[in-house]
């Protein structure tokens, strides 16, 4: 989140410790538990408030902020840009008469089934979202992913059996929902998950054949529900299920039995390693700040070239 206090202030939200999580003013990158507070005001885009007023309640205020068009607040110049991470992910392009500052939040690039893809404005600082800040994690290509879920699925359904698969509620669900209902499959969802998925439509986003979880699960159907362990997880009724786990943490060999799921698929909504690497590239920023992710990350870029740092504990920059 960003703090205004005489110019512009970066904060993280869970790790600015000496720092409360609400604000007078506060920007959301997207609606996701991590990345929000009950700010006295909230800036974001209109998708996110949407999600954001579903799941903090309707009464909290937010002021909309389109892709692409700046917003003048004080001396800075407010635009955002998709972020491709979820519906109404943005980054925040910040800019007054000297120097630009981008925030990307949770961040992927490259193509989604369910939101606009990333796009990356160049700025003079860059404080970056780096979940998988280690080259590791480097993901395979992810129409083989989504090959391998959709082949996953059909033959599951073919022995007469329910593929179950596991994803937040908001974003992975739907992106899920979506690909398996374009390739023919229809889905029920978990009330949750059917609940954001209402927002999705009423924001133009058609997922295609879904119906919200009534108590039986129609023959031929994938079940899409919370990630196991979540409280209400589990659905009634469901027969001989298959589980199923999407997650960009599948690439470590053990993630399928640290999460007690079947199959564990490397799809994630997230940049690897190598795509945290090219956006440093494409922003051409002087200074990179790395938050989210390992401290290792910044070290990994500076090895590259870059003019790289972590943001970890009660790290605060002033950037303005």
């Not at 519906?87 to 120097?99: C, F, I, P, Q, V």
Request: proline share 7%.
């Amino acid at each position: 989140m960003f703090h205004w206090d005489n110019g512009l202030f970066l904060t993280v939200a869970g790790l600015a410790l000496d720092v409360p999580r609400r604000q007078k003013r506060g920007f959301i990158s997207h609606a996701h538990a991590d990345h929000m507070a009950s700010h006295e005001l909230a800036l974001c885009t209109p998708e996110t408030a949407a999600l954001y007023r579903h799941r903090r309640g309707a009464r909290n205020r937010t002021l909309e902020m389109p892709y692409r068009k700046p917003l003048e607040w004080g001396p800075l110049q407010l635009t955002t840009y998709p972020a491709g991470h979820c519906l109404g992910s943005a980054m925040l392009l910040a800019e007054d008469e000297e120097r630009s500052l981008l925030f990307t939040g949770d961040f992927k690039l490259g193509p989604s089934a369910t939101s606009e893809p990333a796009e990356l404005p160049q700025a003079d600082i860059l404080v970056m979202e780096s979940t998988f800040g280690q080259p590791r994690y480097e993901l395979p290509p992810r129409v083989e992913v989504i090959g391998e879920l959709i082949a996953l699925v059909r033959r599951t359904l073919a022995a007469e059996r329910t593929p179950v698969i596991h994803a937040y509620a908001l974003g992975k669900s739907q992106e899920v929902t979506k690909l398996l209902t374009t390739a023919g499959i229809p889905v029920v969802q978990h009330p949750m998950v059917y609940a954001v998925s209402e927002i999705y439509a009423a924001c133009g986003v058609d997922l295609g054949q879904v119906a919200r979880y009534a108590g039986e699960i129609p023959a031929g159907h994938a079940v899409v529900t919370l990630p196991r362990g979540m409280k209400g997880y589990r659905l009634a009724g469901i027969d001989q299920p298959v589980s199923i786990a999407v997650t960009g943490w599948a690439v470590d060999p053990g993630t399928r039995h640290r999460q007690k799921v079947d199959h564990a698929l490397p799809l994630s909504d997230h940049a690897d390693f190598n795509e945290l690497v090219e956006a440093a590239e494409r922003v051409g920023a002087q200074a990179i700040y790395c938050t989210h992710g390992p401290r290792e990350c910044a070290e990994h870029l500076r090895l590259r070239g870059f003019n790289a740092y972590p943001i970890t504990g009660t790290y605060q920059q002033r950037m303005f």
